[in-house]
């Protein structure tokens, strides 16, 4: 039944913590996370078509545009795995994309459920991102303060290089931030027109963010 499908969406600015959690709660929840950037990224390192299309943006800490966006997506969202419903992080990020989505899940007799919002100060933004590091190969996520890795410059998953992403320079988290205030912030007010934005402190530590979170679904 449609109405048993669970769809969450992750929005925050860059750095909030929105991948991290989304990583923490899909199993509690029994959903896939769905990644647009990650997916951007997974395309740029196999060098396919859609990787070289995205690449060209996402360097600059430029939107990648709807259409390529929203194509990507919908696609994703049609695989046996989300049947359930499904966790979506860093989708949708301008209001084309989320009246697309309406659009989309209204002909099939969906909904949104929930949009949590995480909330987080400019210089915690800044501090995060310029921190981060991340795993060439399976993206997990390091801090080189808060979370270093076990052996400095390898991953502690699967042993892999451990890098700075290209969009985590100090010139392109600015381009990235004011893209958000710009563009995607607007969307809390769209989803809170129809109530189901809940504010999620993103400063409280991971683990208090995660059980404030789970506490929502019940
Ligand atoms: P962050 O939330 O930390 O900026 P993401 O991994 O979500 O990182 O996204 C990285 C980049 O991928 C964005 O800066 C943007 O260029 C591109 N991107 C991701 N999702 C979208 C989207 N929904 N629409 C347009 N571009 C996107
Ligand atoms: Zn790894």
Redesign the pocket.
């Known amino acids: 039944m449609a109405g048993d499908i669970l769809k969450v969406i992750m929005m925050?600015?860059?750095?909030?913590g929105?991948?991290t959690q989304a990583e923490l709660i899909k199993n509690h929840l029994g959903l896939p996370h769905i990644?647009?950037?990650?997916i951007?990224?997974e395309n740029i390192r196999k060098n396919t078509q859609l990787g070289q299309r995205?690449g060209k943006?996402?360097e600059?800490?430029?939107?990648?545009?709807?259409e390529?966006?929203c194509e990507m997506?919908f696609d994703r969202i049609e695989d046996e795995d989300c049947k359930e419903g499904y966790i979506l992080?860093?989708?949708?990020?301008?209001i084309e994309?989320a009246e697309r989505l309406d659009k989309y899940l209204t002909e099939r007799g969906h909904k949104i459920d929930k949009v949590l919002n995480m909330s987080i100060p400019d210089q915690e933004v800044i501090r995060r991102?310029s921190g981060r590091r991340v795993c060439s190969n399976c993206e997990e996520i390091y801090h080189i303060d808060d979370n270093p890795p076990a052996k400095e410059g390898l991953c502690n998953v699967c042993g892999s290089s451990v890098i700075q992403?290209k969009?985590?320079l100090p010139e392109?988290i600015k381009a990235?931030l004011d893209?958000?205030y710009e563009i995607s912030q607007p969307l809390i007010s769209y989803y809170n027109r129809s109530g189901l934005v809940t504010i999620v402190d993103g400063t409280i530590g991971k683990t208090n963010v995660t059980r404030f979170i789970l506490s929502l679904f019940g």
Not at 89 to 94: A, L, S
């Open positions: 925050g600015p860059p750095g909030s929105k991948g990644s647009t950037g990650e951007f990224r995205a943006y996402i600059k800490g430029q939107l990648v545009p709807d390529l966006t997506l992080d860093g989708f949708p990020r301008t994309q991102l992403r969009d985590d392109i990235r893209t958000y």
